[in-house]
């Protein structure tokens, strides 16, 4: 008898692939709200809208397909198509450094450390509720 052999996901081309697609996407939707939502005055609102609610919609996936079994099959595939692939690439930490050194290189130190907090906070908070969303959205439909 011979044990059968795992192969991690990303050795997988097709998983790999379903990943790239994802992220090509999700770039994409990133970088046409940064053109949609404004900068008032040189903020970085954009970076915070889109990572904020990046967290938020994660959060909510993550949780609701741990709360409907295995990661295997289609929440396997869910997972790495809008988890890992469209909002890895939706949402953009190298781009909320490179915002607060511009704003710290721009002598708007205060600001900086605002939005740094508010992005570092205000994504814990955004996963947790997201988390938290989709925990209630499952008690509900189990009640049903």
């Known amino acids: 008898m011979t044990a059968e052999v795992h192969r991690p996901v990303h050795l997988h081309g097709r998983l790999v692939l379903l990943v790239a697609a994802g992220g090509v996407l999700g770039a994409l939707a990133r970088y046409g709200l940064g053109f949609v939502i404004p900068a008032p ?3 970085p609102l954009p970076t915070l809208v889109i990572n904020l609610s990046g967290a938020l919609v994660l959060g909510a996936l993550l949780e ?5 079994g295995p990661d295997a099959g289609w929440r396997q595939i869910l997972r790495l198509a809008v ?3 469209f909002l890895g ?3 953009t930490y190298s781009t909320l450094a490179l915002d607060a050194v511009h704003l710290f290189d721009a002598g708007r130190s205060t600001e900086g450390v605002w939005y740094l907090g508010t992005s ?3 994504g814990v908070a955004a996963t947790v509720a997201g988390i938290w969303l989709a925990a209630r959205q499952h008690r509900r439909m189990v009640r049903q």
């Open 64 to 68: 609701g397909l741990s709360r409907r």
């Open 41 to 43: 005055g040189g903020w």
């Open 120 to 122: 570092l906070l205000g």
């Open 89 to 91: 690439a939706f949402t």
């Open 83 to 85: 988890g890992t692939g």
